[in-house]
Each structure stands twice: as C-alpha cells, then as structure tokens.
C-alpha cells in the first residue's frame, strides 16, 4: 500500500521504526558505541516522547569515530537478520552516502527509490557528524566534490539495476552514457565511489573545527550546519515510545537552530515523497508483484518534473 499512513498502517510503521531504534540501541550499548536521535526524532523525543505524529522515520547521529566503529561491528555480523546494516559497501545498489539499518521481512520503497536495486526494508537513517572547514570557500569546494561523487553513485545504482536511462533526464542520460564503460570494465564500482566520497567527508577529522554537520548526508543543509560545543554536552536519556533515547544535554540550542520555536508543532511535508509499505510483505516480493505499477508511478513522476 502507498503512504501516507493513517490509523493502524502508522502504527504498524511505528513498531518497526521502534524495533529498528532498539536494536540499534542494543548493539551500540554492548559495544560502547555513542549515538543520539537527530533531527525530528530528537523534536519528537523532547516535544511527543516519541516518534512525531506526521512523521514517518527515524534519524540518529554519531561523532564520525563512533560511525566508523558501528561500521566495523556491523561489519562481524553485530545485526542478524532479518535486520540489514546497509551502506554502498554492503548493497552495490544503495547510492546514498551514509547508513541504514533495515527490517528485510519489510517494504519501505519511497517512489524517488523505485528505480535503485537494493533492500528496500522499512529503515532508519544514520549518519555521521564530520568536523566542517571554518573557511567558507573550502566548504563549498567539499561540498561540491561530495555532490559529484553522489551523482556518479547515483549513476552507478542505474546500472547495477540493470535501467540504463529508463526514465533519465538528457543530462543524466550523457552521463550515464560517459561513465558506463568505466563500470562495465570495473575501473569504477560503488565500493570505489564510497571510499573517495567518505575520504571528501572526512577531509577535516584531524582538525577542531567550529561547526559540524551530517554532510555525507544532507550536504549543506543549514537547519543541519550546528556550531560544535552543543554536540559535546554529556548525553542525558528521554523517553521515546517505549525505550529511553540519548539526546545531547544541550539540545535546546540544536533544535532551536533547525526549527526554530521547536515546541509549536508545525506539520511538514515528509522527505520521501509517495512510498509504498507493507508491515508483513519482505520487500523483494512486494517488488517483483508490484514492479509494473512501481516502474510506471516512478516514470510518471519523472515526465511531470520535467514539465515543471
């Protein structure tokens, strides 16, 4: 069924995201691994103790060090199934620049991810807090390098899949065009996209820099570029559906830096646009009985922001 969910279809949504927090929760405890809820699951821990009403996924955060341990513990098989550590290491398919943990007895398939050929279990996001250049003109340089390398991933998923230019834009199609054969005689993967992706993330980790941000993953979005010393206040716990959450002592300044007056609920458009969920149905299943309608619903939604 296609999201936005109401009444039962929510909470079913809602106990997976909860499951997948936990079981998170569970391996960086056993490992001394620090996170905190990010972004709106931090608003919804301190203004609904739990996930916000509209929304529809949790994020969480980690200092890059404590990222690249998750990595590695997840790596010797810290999550079993059906729980999935995704990362273009893990999934060729999986253009993005920073994790999921999946639920794979799941579907989650946000329609601007029809085309990637990948898990497509319910999720929650993760990403890394990398130390941001004081200079402005270094940024925007880091930023731009981090968008091309995301583009050639993006490339890449196309032709993992198996799509080629089903549904590309001129531009996407000539560069799908110019970097293929570099794919096909695996001069380029995406193992070796990630790696330079993560080395331009990661430029300034030996410096002390001013601000930080979640740039693997939201690039240079202001509401998510924070000044450091909050981030480095002691953790305190919330309460979260429920289980007990980890927020950063100093968490009026963050939110009061992305949202503003944070404890006046204001209804946002959800990130992932049309998705398609199903609580009981494994994600490969509902996409080989669905792949005509997904293919044509994702075809369409490419013509019309054409038009635009």
């Known amino acids: 069924m296609s999201m936005n969910l109401v009444n039962d279809d929510k909470q079913q949504l809602n106990h997976i995201l909860v499951e997948l927090l936990r079981t998170l929760d569970e391996v960086c405890q056993r490992y001394n691994i620090k996170y905190f809820v990010f972004a709106g699951t931090m608003l919804g821990a301190i203004r609904h103790k739990g996930i916000i009403p509209w929304d529809d996924d949790v994020d969480v955060v980690l200092w890059r060090e404590d990222y690249n341990r998750l990595m590695q513990v997840a790596d010797k098989g810290a999550f079993k199934p059906p729980f999935f550590f995704q990362n273009p290491n893990t999934d060729s398919g999986f253009p993005k620049g920073y994790c999921r943990l999946r639920n794979s007895n799941t579907t989650e398939i946000p329609i601007v991810d029809v085309f990637e050929k990948c898990n497509h279990g319910v999720f929650i996001d993760i990403f890394p807090l990398d130390n941001i250049p004081d200079d402005e003109v270094a940024f925007s340089k880091q930023i731009r390098n981090l968008k091309r390398i995301r583009n050639l991933m993006n490339v890449y998923a196309r032709y993992h899949a198996g799509i080629g230019t089903l549904g ?8 799908y065009h110019a970097v293929a054969l570099l794919f096909k005689t695996k001069l380029l993967s995406m193992k070796s996209l990630y790696r330079k992706y993560e080395s331009i993330a990661t430029r300034y980790s030996n410096n002390r820099t001013k601000r930080v941000g979640a740039i693997a993953g939201l690039f240079d979005n202001q509401r998510f570029i924070f000044a450091r010393k909050p981030w480095e206040s002691k953790p305190i716990l919330l ?5 007990k959450v980890p927020v950063p002592e100093s968490y009026d300044k963050l939110l009061k830096h992305s949202y503003g007056d944070y404890m006046t609920p204001k ?15 494994p994600y490969d299943k509902y996409f080989e009985d669905n792949k005509q309608m997904l293919y044509a619903k994702r075809y369409k939604l490419t013509q019309s922001g054409r038009k635009q």
Request: proline share 0%.
């Open 168 to 175: 590309a834009s001129a531009a996407q199609s000539l560069a």
């Open 239 to 243: 309460d979260f559906e429920d289980m």
């Open 267 to 281: 209804q946002e458009k959800n990130n992932h646009g049309e998705t398609f969920f199903s609580a009981t149905i």
